[in-house]
């Protein structure tokens, strides 16, 4: 090797090195920060997961100081004396150019800005999954998230099960499950059983019979299944929120304090989310792989506000719009939008948390990034935290 390809690798490894140097120093000085977490969501329709309309739900968090969200804010050049609503805005070229400003702002950053996805459809089937067969399974001894069986399970049966079964009997079948968890009536239970049974008879696939099968077998345990789930576990807003706890956490190692814009949903759940903000207990990890997480969250202080009260708020709100826009689009393939192409080329894909409830074809360890190497049962040890009274 020459002289000249000598030097110049050498300082290809001398840049990286101070790249490197040069992140661990701002990572180092975030963690001796306590900021405020600002957090607004979209896309949130109740039980109505199967909303055709608003197929996605997004929870955006921001920790931008007050003049940096004016800041942002000023980008929209919205003419509302009271605050700006990306419904608005996009309706408009001067609103829609105003959107691209925004979004493309450098302020618009994975280090200002989080953003947790769910694809409402997928969660429905993740839910499948992880209410119903990964309880029956666990009851055989049977670990289901190791090495990521779970969400494997769940990426083939969203898509095989409209494929072999057909889309609209898959709908009515979503929305027979979420009625069942809602109401846990007799009733309801042979409603969603008899939708499954009717998309067997209709399979174009024998061999996916074994997959609807696996759904069907738990019929037999479904009461002692539902005696253990809240009405509350499909609510997409609290993996969401817990998520986005859980990301932060990992940067300010001294915590956070949380300003949640108005939500019905997470304001019924506030008692019991606080139970995982007890920093009196000893800090814990918890399961597998990639998805290993630390309790407790790190959230110092919980509070609601109006969007009206903080511009931050209202900057989360234009983020999570935006977000829930851009994979809306996306998920029903309607990509040749003007509005949707300006937020596929702007910084909003770069904020979308890796923990995002989101489909993928992969169905491998490997290719799932959850090749298991240790660690506790996520589901287990959450219980366990809650009821231990391990104080540091």
């Given amino acids: ?99 691209a400003k925004f979004v493309n702002s450098p302020l618009i950053n994975f280090d200002c800005v989080k953003v947790d996805l769910v694809n409402k459809d997928y969660f429905i089937t993740g839910k499948i999954v992880d209410l119903l067969i990964e309880t029956m399974l666990h009851a055989r001894g049977v670990d289901l998230y190791i090495n990521g069986q779970n969400i494997a399970l769940a990426n083939m049966l969203h898509y095989c099960m409209p494929q072999f079964c057909g889309q609209e009997n898959v709908v009515q079948m979503q929305q027979a499950f979420v009625l069942m968890i809602r109401d846990q009536t007799e009733a309801r239970i042979t409603q969603f059983y008899d939708m499954l049974e009717r998309m067997k008879r209709l399979c174009s696939y024998t061999e996916f019979h074994k997959s609807l099968d696996l759904i ?32 932060w956490g990992d940067i300010y190692k001294k915590g956070f304090h949380i300003i949640h814009d108005d939500s019905k949903s997470i304001e019924r759940q506030r008692e019991s989310l606080n139970l995982f903000m007890d920093l009196r207990k000893k800090t814990i990890e918890i399961g597998y792989d990639r998805r290993k997480f630390k309790l407790p969250i790190k959230g110092l202080s919980f509070n609601f506000a109006g969007s009206h009260e903080h511009a931050q708020i209202q900057v989360a709100d234009i983020i999570s719009s935006a977000t829930s826009y851009w994979a809306g689009c996306k998920a ?52 366990n935290f809650l009821i231990s009274d391990n104080l540091t």
Wanted: proline share 5%; glycine share 6%; net charge positive.
């Fill in 1 to 99: 090797m020459g002289q000249n390809s000598q030097a110049r690798r050498q300082a290809k490894i001398n840049k990286a090195n101070n790249a490197k140097k040069r992140n661990q120093a701002r990572l180092n000085h975030l963690s001796t920060i306590t900021p405020q977490l600002f957090l607004d969501e979209s896309g949130h329709t109740g039980h109505n997961l199967t909303d055709l309309d608003q197929p996605i739900f997004t929870l955006a968090g921001t920790v931008h100081s007050a003049a940096e969200a004016e800041k942002l804010l000023k980008l929209l050049n919205c003419k509302s004396p009271i605050e700006a609503h990306f419904k608005k805005l996009k309706k408009t070229k001067s609103g829609r150019e105003g959107i």
């Fill in 216 to 247: 069907l077998d738990t019929r037999d345990e479904i009461s002692d299944i539902l005696t253990g789930i809240d009405k509350s576990a499909l609510d997409p807003s609290i993996p969401a929120f817990f998520s986005q706890c859980v990301l």
């Fill in 332 to 383: 029903k393939g309607q990509v040749n939008d003007e509005l949707y192409d300006i937020l596929d080329n702007s910084n909003i894909p770069k904020l979308v948390s890796k923990n995002s409830i989101w489909p993928s074809t992969n169905i491998s360890p490997t290719e799932l990034k959850t090749v298991y190497s240790g660690g506790l049962n996520p589901a287990n040890s959450t219980a």
